[in-house]
């Protein structure tokens, strides 16, 4: 294949991946595809965490004395099947409602499929820097990086888990939290099966090492504490992938939790006037006491 048709080739995938995603959404329940229009409560500040214009995050800080300062910190990543189509606005909604309930949140953007940079492992990279930016914000924010969290819904959840298995001298980490995550880059039957080999710059037969270390199914046992968040009508990302998942890291060892949570789908994980979101934020709160 010529190096022109190869070029013609990437753009077209990445309009198939748009629309197939687009469609399952539109399968969701109304409420849960509105959370992707809604316009969230404004974050604190803006703050970018690198010279990529998409290398910034969205921080918010608790108001008030509902909570002992410094708070708690929630990074919050985003999903979209890693595409640059789908950025972090709709986090802006979970973020916004952790802070409300005592946590600063830090919703990251990162560069994606689609952006100079974005894939593998620009898109790790860019996560992991935006968690080592907090140790200058604590400088100016009241932040307790003894107390943090990693919370990320879909490829976000895929990026987290990742996140949660390296050490971070920076901070601590309470816990790894994935909502509809993606845990094993080789599971077929997703809506992202499409956007695998444009993440890894090729197929698992030909990126197998590749796959092994972006795979947190593959880098098990993780050494922390993980809640898998299941819906058990996401026709995005089907709950085999978790119970699977979580049966491989207790096997291991590791100290992972299942919430498989009954008609909700790929989006009531993350939107706060589901009932679905209100079960992971009361599992949330437990994780850093």
């Not at 930016?133 to 400088?139: A, E, G, I, N, R």
């Not at 060892?253 to 993350?270: I, P, R, S, T």
Request: neutral net charge; aromatic residues 6%; glycine residues 10%.
């Amino acid at each position: 294949m010529s190096n022109l048709n190869q070029k013609l080739l990437v753009p077209a995938a990445l309009v198939l991946c748009v629309f197939t995603v687009f469609g399952l959404i539109r399968q969701q329940p109304r409420n849960a595809r509105a959370i992707l229009n809604e316009t969230p409560t404004p974050a604190d500040a803006k703050i970018a965490y690198g010279k990529d214009p998409n290398q910034f995050g969205e921080l918010r800080v608790p108001k008030g004395n509902q909570v002992k300062r410094p708070y708690p910190v929630a990074v919050v990543l985003h999903g979209g099947c890693w595409m640059a189509e789908y950025g972090l606005g709709y986090m802006g909604h979970v973020s916004a409602d952790l802070t409300a309930h005592g946590f600063a949140t830090w919703n990251l953007e990162y560069r994606r499929v689609g952006n100079a940079g974005g894939g593998w492992p620009g898109s790790l990279e860019d996560v992991r820097a935006g968690v080592q930016h907090l140790s200058k914000l604590s400088k100016e924010y009241a932040l307790d990086l003894q107390r943090v969290i990693f919370i990320g819904h879909s490829a976000g959840g895929h990026l987290a888990l990742l996140l949660g298995a390296q050490r971070n001298a920076e901070v601590k980490i309470c816990g790894v939290v994935s909502l509809a995550g993606i845990t094993d880059l080789r599971f077929t039957g997703t809506a992202c099966d499409a956007n695998v080999p444009m993440l890894m710059s090729g197929k698992a037969d030909e990126q197998a090492m590749l796959y092994d270390q972006a795979s947190p199914l593959k880098l098990l046992p993780l050494g922390i504490k993980q809640l898998i968040v299941q819906g058990k009508e996401d026709r995005i990302i089907p709950a085999d992938m978790a119970t699977s998942y979580v049966a491989a890291a207790q096997a291991k060892g590791d100290n992972a939790q299942l919430v498989l949570l009954e008609n909700a789908g790929h989006f009531e994980v993350v939107d706060p006037q589901a009932a679905a979101w209100k079960t992971v934020r009361d599992h949330i709160l437990t994780l850093c006491p």
